[in-house]
Structures are given as C-alpha cells and as structure tokens.
C-alpha cells in the first residue's frame, strides 16, 4: 500500500512557475552531474587498461564489467529520482533516496553548479524544492505533538523586548510581525513551535523535540544546512522574505505553513481543532 502523502492542489503556497524552474534546475545539475561522474569512470578504466592487461589476460574486461555497472547504477539511480520529481510519489526503493540527495548530491550539485555559472542560492532553492517534494512522497501523515514548527529569530519585529526563544507563547500579540500568527496557527492545531537564533540552537531543539516531521522557515542557507543536520527526520522547507534584507524583520506566507501543516496532520486536523474539555466542569462533575 502507498502511504505517501498526495501533494496539495492548492496551498504549499510558492510561485507555481518558481518551483518548476527550481526543479528543473536541479534536474539539469543532476543530468550534467551524470555525464561529469560517467566521463570519469571511463576515463579511470581507459587510462589503466593496458597495465590490466599485463597483470591478467582477463583483468580488463572485469574493469569494464565494474565500471560499467558504477554508470548503470547511477544512470538508474538519476532516472528514478528525475521520475520521482515528476511523479511526486515514490518509486521502487526510494525510500533512501532523500538520503542520498542530501548526503551526497547537493554538495556536488553546489560545485558542479558554479562551474557553469549557477549561483549557489539558486541551487539551494533547487535543493529545497526537490527535498520538499520526497519529504511529501515518502512521509506519512502524524499527530500534531509529533509535528513541529521550526522558526528564524529574525521574523520577530527588531523593537520587540520580549524574549520569545526560549518560549515562543511570551509573544504579547501586538502584531507587528508574524510571530503572532505563527503562535495561531500552533495552537489551532496544537502544533509546538519553536524559535532558534542559530543552527547550534536548532539542533538542540530538535534533540529535546524529537518530532518526527519538521516544517522549517529559513533562508536558503539555514534551510539547506538545517535539512542536512536533522536527516534523517524529514524537514520540509518554507522560504523566509526578505523585505528589509537578510536576518531583519524577515517575512513568511502564513497560508504556506498552514498548507504544510494540513498536509502532514490529515485527518489528525479533525482531533486537534475539537474543543478541548474544560478542566473545571470535569471536576464539578
């Protein structure tokens, strides 16, 4: 049975254009990044060629047979991460495929990306698009407390004196910025929430959370750091605007995340949005 989580039609709110030129983007590096690894395992068998031969009649052909079987496997590998992009489901043993993207192919993308004139947040962007897109097709649905939402310092208004890192509900709700929405939306769907000034701090969080799923609000470089330091817990990514510029009175698209949270609680949205018992009136009865 597939338990993957069908991609919304509407919500995870981004510029549908956008998010089709950054997967195509990282399409294209992985393609490019193909033909580059394939180029070297030729390369590594023709050049030593004749010294296998020396060393056995036969030892040649079992070179050939190896590094053919290296390009095979990455050939195969590419064209189900590519039908995977498209399809938005998983296919054959995807299941570690996230892995692999993350561990191995988007610090080679970076490289490969620069030494064609692809910009390094452009890369990214193309990083997180693809990440979210296995997030949705490999992750089952989950219980709001195994849910959480993981925020930037920098979306709290610069005046603001409250601290709200350690607990983000000292928010005094003056709405000068979106930290007050955010708590709305944690507590309409008794979600937690969590504010980091940093990726030390992210990480603690998410050793004491231990959640399951989490849903990141960032800009490229937190997000794409931040999904490597949590795999193997699936991060799904949500950018931050930048209005003033980077790392001040940020933004982010409130139907964005509550998009993303829909699509991760299913059917538990109906559980967290019953009213819960009054303390009191149990106690009278």
């Not at 990282?26 to 490019?32: E, G, N, P, S």
């Not at 050049?47 to 496997?73: C, D, Q, R, T």
């Amino acid at each position: 049975m597939n338990h993957s989580l069908p991609i919304p039609k509407k919500g995870l709110k981004e510029n549908r254009s956008d998010q089709v030129s950054e997967k195509r983007t990282f399409i294209l590096l992985l393609l490019f990044t193909c033909v580059v690894l394939v180029g070297l395992a030729v390369i590594l068998w023709v050049i030593p060629y004749v010294g296998f031969g020396n060393i056995h009649p036969k030892l040649p052909l079992i070179m050939a047979v190896l590094f053919a079987s290296v390009v095979l496997f990455l050939i195969g590998g590419s064209l189900t991460l590519v039908l995977t992009i498209i399809r938005g489901r998983n296919l054959f043993f995807n299941r570690r495929i996230r892995g692999v993207v993350i561990r191995f192919l988007f610090p080679m993308l970076v490289i490969l990306g620069k030494c064609i004139g692809i910009g390094t947040d452009q890369v990214r962007r193309a990083f997180v698009a693809v990440n979210n897109q296995l997030v949705l097709a490999e992750t089952k649905m989950v219980r709001p407390g195994r849910l959480l939402i993981l925020l930037p310092h920098c979306l709290q208004f610069h005046e603001c004196i409250v601290r709200i890192t350690g607990t983000i509900e000292n928010c005094k709700a003056c709405g000068k910025c979106r930290i007050k929405d955010l708590v709305g939306l944690s507590k309409k769907y008794r979600v937690p929430i969590s504010v980091a000034t940093g990726g030390t701090v992210a990480r603690r969080i998410v050793v004491d959370k231990r959640p399951d799923i989490i849903i990141g609000v960032a800009c490229e470089r937190d997000l794409t750091s931040g999904i490597q330091d949590s795999y193997p817990i699936p991060v799904f990514g949500i950018f931050n605007k930048r209005p003033n510029g980077p790392c001040y009175d940020t933004d982010v698209d409130i139907e964005s995340v509550e998009s993303a949270m829909k699509a991760f609680l299913g059917k538990s949205i109906e559980e967290s949005e019953r009213p819960r018992p009054d303390p009191v009136e149990q106690a009278v009865r």
